[in-house]
Structure formats: structure tokens, C-alpha cells
T-cell receptor, first 110, second 115 residues
Framework: QKEVEQNSGPLSVPEGAIASLNCTYSDRGSQSFFWYRQYSGKSPELIMSIYSNGDKEDGRFTAQLNKASQYVSLLIRDSQPSDSATYLCAVNIGYSTLTFGKGTMLLVSP | KAGVTQTPRYLIKTRGQQVTLSCSPISGHRSVSWYQQTPGQGLQFLFEYFSETQRNKGNFPGRFSGRQFSNSRSEMNVSTLELGDSALYLC???FGQGGIIEKLFFGSGTQLSVL
């Protein structure tokens, strides 16, 4: 069974700090990886996608992928209280189907 | 451009009843996927439809079924509801062409409560 593992948290960081969220996956053949943000009571919102080894930056967000280690991470620079949410790591397992980790709750304190 | 639309937003049913949820994808998207989200299990894949055909199915009992219409709109049905079916049901749409750049966009979900 293809699995995605995340630390459930909560991960607490002060405002302005870097938040680092991590994810491992079991299927070595996986090729595309996504980070979704989910606020309480809301639906998941796609914030980053990454397909190649290395880093991909978009504003304050950086996704990092290491296929050899089967590891994906999300860095949030200059964290804001509005970043407080659950972050879901997802892996494409074929066609238009994703398998998700259970998410890491991030709390950013003012 | 309108996003993924799910109706109804909330539903309350009793055990043994059946329920139908609806999803309209983003214009131009031909793939619709359904997910169940619970606090304990997280997001779990139910099934995915493309051009009216089910392409992929998760590990849910046969009480869970779906279909897709020619305009790409999709419905999912749950028969003989159980208490454990209480969850947020999320629909996601994408172009459905496959490939590694496929991105899924979620609707607001239907919160189902089974009493």
C-alpha cells in the first residue's frame, strides 16, 4: 500500500520564523508531489507542487524534494499567524489520484 | 473562473438512509475525484471518474458509488448509511490528462452527519 507519512504536530513557531514541514512516502516510483493547506472547517487549497529533485520556490514557500531518500519538505519563511493551518502532503499515485498524509498542524504565534 | 462546486454544503441523515452528493468541476476539467475526510483517518480516496468512466477506486465498501455525466458533473451515492460514514466529503477536479503535472483542485465539501 502506498503511504505518505507526516508528523501530526502541532508544530509551533513564533511569527517571523521559518517553519519546516516534512513528509516521507513509500512508493519509490512516485513522480509528483503536492502541498495543500487546510484551514479549520475549510477544504484543502493547493499551495505548491514539485516534480524534480531539488528546491522550488514560490514567494515565502519553498518545496524540497529528495527522491533518493523519498522525502518531501515545505519551508515557510517569515511565518505569519495567518499561516496557522494543517498542511497536507500528497503524492500522485496514478491518473488523477492522490494519496495524502494525515497532515501537520502548524501554529504561528504573534 | 468558477471553482469546484459541491452541493449540498451540509446534510443530516439517519442510519439506514441513503444520500446523494453532487459536484460540478471547474470548466474544462474532465476528471472528478471524491475523497472522504475524517479526523482519525484523514483524507481517503474514494474513486475517480474521467469521461464518464471510473478509472480508479479506493478501498471502500460497495455502499459507496458514483457516476459522472457527459458534462463532467459527478454524483456520489452512499446507501444504507452507517454512523461511521459521518465525514466531510470532498470533490476534486482536474484536466485528467494524466502526467506528472496534473493538479487537483478541491470544492468546499459536503459535511455529512449520520445520526
Amino acid at each position: 500500500q502506498k503511504e505518505v507519512e507526516q508528523n501530526s504536530g502541532p508544530l509551533s513557531v513564533p511569527e517571523g520564523a521559518i517553519a519546516s514541514l516534512n513528509c516521507t512516502y513509500s512508493d519509490r516510483g512516485s513522480q509528483s508531489f503536492f502541498w495543500y493547506r487546510q484551514y479549520s472547517g475549510k477544504s484543502p487549497e493547493l499551495i505548491m507542487s514539485i516534480y524534480s529533485n531539488g528546491d522550488k520556490e514560490d514567494g515565502r514557500f519553498t518545496a524540497q524534494l529528495n527522491k533518493a531518500s523519498q522525502y518531501v519538505s515545505l519551508l515557510i519563511r517569515d511565518s505569519q499567524p495567518s499561516d496557522s493551518a494543517t498542511y497536507l502532503c500528497a503524492v500522485n499515485i496514478g491518473y488523477s489520484t492522490l494519496t495524502f498524509g494525515k497532515g501537520t498542524m502548524l501554529l504561528v504565534s504573534p | 473562473k468558477a471553482g469546484v462546486t459541491q452541493t449540498p454544503r451540509y446534510l443530516i441523515k439517519t442510519r439506514g438512509q441513503q444520500v446523494t452528493l453532487s459536484c460540478s468541476p471547474i470548466s474544462g476539467h474532465r476528471s472528478v475525484s471524491w475523497y472522504q475526510q475524517t479526523p482519525g483517518q484523514g483524507l481517503q480516496f474514494l474513486f475517480e471518474y474521467f469521461s464518464e468512466t471510473q478509472r480508479n477506486k479506493g478501498n471502500f465498501p460497495g455502499r459507496f458509488s458514483g457516476r459522472q455525466f457527459s458534462n463532467s458533473r459527478s454524483e456520489m451515492n452512499v446507501s444504507t448509511l452507517e454512523l461511521g460514514d459521518s465525514a466531510l466529503y470532498l470533490c476534486a477536479s482536474s484536466f485528467g490528462q494524466g502526467g506528472i503535472i496534473e493538479k487537483l483542485f478541491f470544492g468546499s465539501g459536503t459535511q455529512l452527519s449520520v445520526l
